[in-house]
């Protein structure tokens, strides 16, 4: 299975990106976003308060980066010429963007922003004081048809997260803690998928393991985006999972709502409702599709079951090099679609072939939650499961 991405995609994107700029009135485009430069180039780095700046022309490809950058993207294939400011604020980040593109023989520019975003304290010029900007979002929206070769990432990410989940269903047990359970699975299974790929794991993370494998239990489990809590497991927890890996910058999604020991009545109930919410919309998925349908078919059933009031979210978003991204299943994604408010269009409201899904409807009373996740491709003639860890009941009780 493929660990890496070909060098044809970043070839790919950057003709993509210069044939959209061949239809505009401007000499180049620019972007500022971490996530938007290793899209087109494969160089990842973190955004802090230091801005990284790519300007890309029909000749060229050209990046200002801070000084402890430039060992790092100056072997980059795609980057013709690296510019480096010291610092930030001394370095004048944007003056020193400004003078590479006007080197490049730009004047006018198409902008993912008008300036560095603002975090960790970051405040600085903006990119219209030195050149004639206009905005565009084409990287967001480029990303969400994967390529072949992307959901072949995403699928050998899937294949490591489901070795970390099992690796917590194994390990998890009346007394341990639910941190010390997480971070067994998740050193056990890093460490296997390290000593598998060898050489052909592409290093994208710092200073942990390439797979993520976590709980959290009892009463945490009722918030949809609950804490770990500090209290060993016991018997009648429910817990919900959470398990993924870093292949090549990509990332899959698996969940599970699981018990340690047998399940009561009532949570095998809500447990069946939840399950039976996930195979609604897995069912409904497919290239076509409306998005908005899917969440629809959800909601209705949970009408039909007397239930929504137990609803916290929609059934779930598309994810790739980022763990949450659009298009998101959710009743309302068509009315944003059309939207004055949004770039989209009524195009966009409909399901494509490499659409890379989580399904996760979830059920939280007051006390537990109840949600499974998994991640499901779109492709030509229907759908593809990408994680595979057992879904029913009998494959989520921990003994």
């Avoid at 499974?372 to 595979?388: F, R």
């Amino acid at each position: 299975m493929p660990t890496k991405l070909p060098e044809s995609e970043f070839e790919d994107r950057l003709g993509e990106v210069r044939d959209r700029l061949g239809g505009k009135d401007a000499d180049a485009a620019v972007f500022f976003d971490a996530s938007s430069i290793e899209y087109l180039t494969g160089f990842g780095h973190i955004q802090t308060e230091r801005p990284v700046v790519l300007g890309v022309t029909e000749e060229g490809v050209e990046i200002t980066v801070p000084r402890l950058e430039v060992e790092r993207v100056e072997p980059n294939p795609w980057i013709g010429a690296v510019h480096h400011y010291f610092d930030y604020p001394g370095g004048r980040p944007i003056e020193v963007a400004a003078e590479m593109l006007t080197g490049m023989g730009v004047e006018s520019v198409l902008a993912d922003a008008d300036g560095a975003p603002g975090v960790m304290g970051y405040e600085g010029s903006a990119l219209s004081e030195f050149l004639e900007v206009e905005t565009q979002s084409w990287i967001p929206r480029m990303r969400w048809a994967k390529s072949e070769s992307e959901v072949d990432l995403i699928r050998e990410s899937a294949k490591w997260a489901n070795l970390g989940h099992r690796y917590l269903a194994e390990y998890a047990e009346v007394g341990a803690h639910p941190a010390t359970v997480s971070q067994r699975a998740s050193t056990d299974a890093s460490r296997a998928m390290l000593d598998t790929l060898g050489k052909r794991f592409e290093e994208r993370v710092r200073g942990s393991g390439p797979v993520h494998a976590g709980f959290i239990s009892a009463h945490e489990t009722a918030l949809p985006h609950g804490h770990t809590p500090n209290q060993p497991l016991r018997e009648g927890d429910v817990l919900v999972t959470g398990a993924s890996s870093n292949v090549d910058g990509y990332r899959s999604e698996l969940e599970r709502t699981m018990f340690v020991g047998e399940p009561s009545d009532e949570q095998v109930h809500y447990f069946e409702l939840m399950l039976e919410a996930q195979t609604i919309a897995i069912e409904a998925l497919g290239p076509g599709v409306p998005i908005a349908d899917v969440d629809h078919a959800v909601w209705e059933y949970f009408e039909e079951q007397g239930v929504t009031n137990l609803a916290q979210h929609h059934v779930g978003h598309n994810i790739g090099m980022g763990g949450h991204e659009p298009p998101y299943i959710d009743r309302g994604w068509a009315e944003h679609c059309e939207s004055e408010d949004t770039s989209y269009t009524a195009e966009d409201a409909v399901m494509e072939p490499g659409h890379v899904y989580t399904i996760e409807p979830g059920l939280y009373t007051e006390t537990e939650g109840y949600r499974h996740s998994d991640t499901i491709a779109v492709t030509e003639d229907g759908v593809e499961w990408l994680t595979y860890f057992p879904r029913e009941l009998e494959g989520n009780v921990i003994r």
